[in-house]
């Protein structure tokens, strides 16, 4: 099973936390504080750590990452922060965070992020191609086919379905999507992910299949083979 | 004014600092003028004593008291004195002057004093002993001397009183006229501080540094009048957009609570309940955004971005959504980049919240322009539309947190946009207009040269 440590000092936050993390079907263990998530980090045993940004005391979200990744510790991490200021999300992603999200979070929002996360460590890093049923693409001459037909995407359509299949059988939020193949970082609110996705749509699925890609209502997106 | 204020006032102060100051230098330079003087006169009278001597000693005891008694015919009076002496101190010829008490030095001038009808005189002189025994004495009044020393030091001392009392008078006007400059500062100030947010400080236009200061001070003012009107107005405007969700909120959840539906119903019920709490926060969230962008604690984080690349992002990013609505989304422009200092994601965020706007304001058919300029007036992007345009009376409000023109109140939107991307475009230094486009609207975001 696997397992979460969310390192917390807002008890109320924590108990959401852990339970939105637990509905998803992760065990989840809590530490209140930086040093007793220190130590629990420490001893292993996570795959990974949702931690807050501002803690109390002398060890911060920020000082205990630090720490963790000199000893060594490479386990995944998620900041959590009530700071939005985009040098606040530099600095945590340069201590060693591997994702950062804003309070208040979302849950359909934590749990695809800590998806993706853990999806990134067990993914192989050398792949040359991808493949989702009969859906393939690859990595090298950027050339996509659906059942062995050529598909003519756009740059952008690209990567949104590359990023896509990296994460099938995932749900993948907007805002992951817009961070992630957009490469820019504010709460975007308009529809246009989803006028992206629907031309996505129109390219991949031949007339009359059901889509490939599913929209989760009041979530985003999953990418699944075709049924 | 009270007068018993006037030492404290720094201009007083300053005006009696430079007074003392001068008066010091004053004082210093007559004392060196003085003693200068002094010794001028004193090394000419001692040259001419010596010189004499040094003439009087060519002739013999006899020739010289002939001289001297042609001379005492001649010049009788007793400003320069010749006179010999005999051992006794009794005149033997030359001038009628009295011997001096006595002789420090011979054949070195010295100073002494003789009575001269009944009147204390000074002198100086030079003794030499002849081989008589006699004593020949050459002296000089220093009467000249004591009385060119009386007008200067009278000169010194006229000359300090009207110092003195012209630098007094001096900084009593320049104090004055600061307590009084102060108390028509300190009263606009304490009327401004009992509320009356419109007042002003005084200023007397001659662009000094009081008003220079003043203005600054005034600007502040106006900067302050404006928020607090600002924060008045989003809090109008909050507690009227959130009335609305929140009683459809309440309401929803009430008829439920009554109702007492089936297990489906609340279960809609709640779905409901939650898109409406999810607005709220919405509100809420772009609310916190703008104050934070306003802030400018961002600033900290900013680097060198290409404007140009971030513009064609955001177009591409739009794209399929005007596409959607058939309209025609085109962007032009010469420059390849525009580098400038900032924040990527904010500028994006700000060209998108511009495109997001003519798209939805603009009817089926039309077309959104997007143009990157450099110019001697400045360089950045404008967004033009022919859409229904924003009537010039509303152009000021709609920069407004939550201000919606009438027309647009049928379109979804929080009212927020525009106020977000004034907030951003200030947070860049760069200006953002709104004008006619004849018809439609074009929204300009420039940052001036050097600005």
């Known amino acids: ?227 | 004014m009270r007068l018993r204020e006037l030492p404290r006032t720094t201009s007083f102060r300053l005006a009696l600092f430079f007074l003392l100051l001068f008066g010091g230098a004053s004082v210093t330079l007559f004392g060196v003028l003085y003693v200068q003087m002094q010794g001028f006169l004193v090394a000419r009278t001692d040259e001419w004593l010596l010189r004499e001597r040094v003439d009087l000693s060519r002739f013999s005891p006899e020739e010289l008291r002939t001289r001297l008694q042609a001379r005492a015919l001649v010049d009788p009076s007793l400003e320069r004195a010749m006179a010999i002496f005999d051992p006794a101190g009794r005149r033997l010829d030359g001038t009628a002057l009295p011997a001096p008490a006595t002789i420090p030095a011979w054949d070195t001038p010295f100073d002494f004093a003789v009575a001269l009808n009944g009147k204390r005189e000074q002198y100086r002189g030079i003794a030499r002993r002849l081989e008589t025994g006699d004593t020949l004495l050459i002296a000089q009044g220093l009467h000249e001397t004591d009385e060119f020393n009386e007008a200067l030091v009278r000169a010194m001392l006229i000359g300090g009183i009207l110092t003195v009392v012209l630098g007094l008078g001096g900084a009593v006007f320049v104090g004055v006229g600061a307590v009084r400059r102060l108390d028509a500062v300190t009263l606009a100030i304490r009327k401004i501080v009992a509320g009356d947010l419109s007042n002003r400080l005084p200023t007397r236009g001659t662009s000094d540094d009081v008003d220079r200061l003043v203005h600054v001070v005034n600007g502040m003012l106006e900067e302050i009048d404006r928020l607090m009107r600002e924060v008045k107005g989003v809090c109008d405007n909050i507690a009227h957009d959130l009335r609305t969700p929140l009683t459809r909120l309440l309401g929803g959840l009430e008829r439920v609570r009554r109702h007492d539906p089936p297990k489906e119903a609340y279960g809609l019920a709640v779905d409901d309940a939650i898109t409406e709490t999810k607005g709220i926060l919405k509100t809420f969230a772009a609310l916190l955004r703008i104050s934070e962008v306003e802030d400018g604690a961002r600033r900290s984080g900013f680097v060198s971005v290409d404007l140009a690349a971030i513009v064609q992002d955001a177009v591409d990013f739009y794209e399929p959504l005007a596409d959607e609505k058939q309209l025609a989304l085109s962007l032009s422009g010469q420059p390849v980049s525009l580098p400038l200092m900032g924040d990527a994601s904010l500028l994006f965020e700000a060209v998108g919240n511009l495109l997001d706007n003519a798209i939805k304001f603009t009817p089926p058919g039309g077309h959104v322009r997007v143009e990157l300029f450099v110019s001697a007036a400045g360089r950045g992007v404008s967004v033009a539309d022919d859409g229904p345009g924003i009537p010039p009376a509303e152009r000021e409000a709609v920069l407004r947190r939550f201000y919606r023109t009438e027309k647009s109140r049928s379109t979804p939107g929080s009212g927020l946009g525009l106020s977000l991307v004034a907030g951003i475009a200030g947070l860049h230094g760069m200006a953002l207009t709104l004008a006619d486009n004849d018809p439609g609207c074009r929204i300009t975001l420039a940052k001036m040269p050097d600005a």
């Open chain 1, 1 to 227: 099973m696997t397992r979460m440590l969310v390192v917390e000092d807002d008890t109320i936050t924590a108990q959401e936390l852990r339970a939105a993390l637990e509905d998803h079907g992760f065990e989840v263990d809590h530490a209140q504080d930086g040093k007793a998530g220190l130590l629990k980090a420490a001893a292993g045993g996570y795959d990974a750590i949702i931690l807050d940004r501002m803690l109390p005391g002398e060890l911060d979200g920020l000082g205990v990452l630090s720490t963790l990744r000199a000893v060594g510790v490479e386990v995944p991490v998620l900041i959590v922060s009530a700071l939005s200021a985009v040098d606040e999300r530099v600095r945590g992603l340069k201590a060693g965070g591997d994702d950062y999200l804003v309070k208040p979070v979302e849950f359909v929002e934590l749990t695809a992020r800590v998806e993706a996360l853990l999806r990134r460590r067990t993914a192989p890093t050398r792949v040359s191609r991808l493949q989702v049923g009969d859906l393939e693409l690859d990595l090298i001459t950027h050339r996509v086919t659906r059942a062995g037909r050529a598909l003519d995407l756009l740059p952008r359509e690209y990567e949104l379905l590359e990023y896509l299949m990296r994460q099938a059988g995932q749900v993948v939020t907007r805002t992951m999507l817009f961070e992630q193949v957009w490469k820019y970082h504010y709460p975007e609110s308009s529809n246009v992910i989803d006028v992206h996705i629907s031309k996505l749509r129109r390219k991949i699925d031949p007339e009359g299949a059901s889509p490939m890609i599913q929209t989760i209502r009041g979530a985003g997106y999953i990418l699944n083979a075709a049924s």
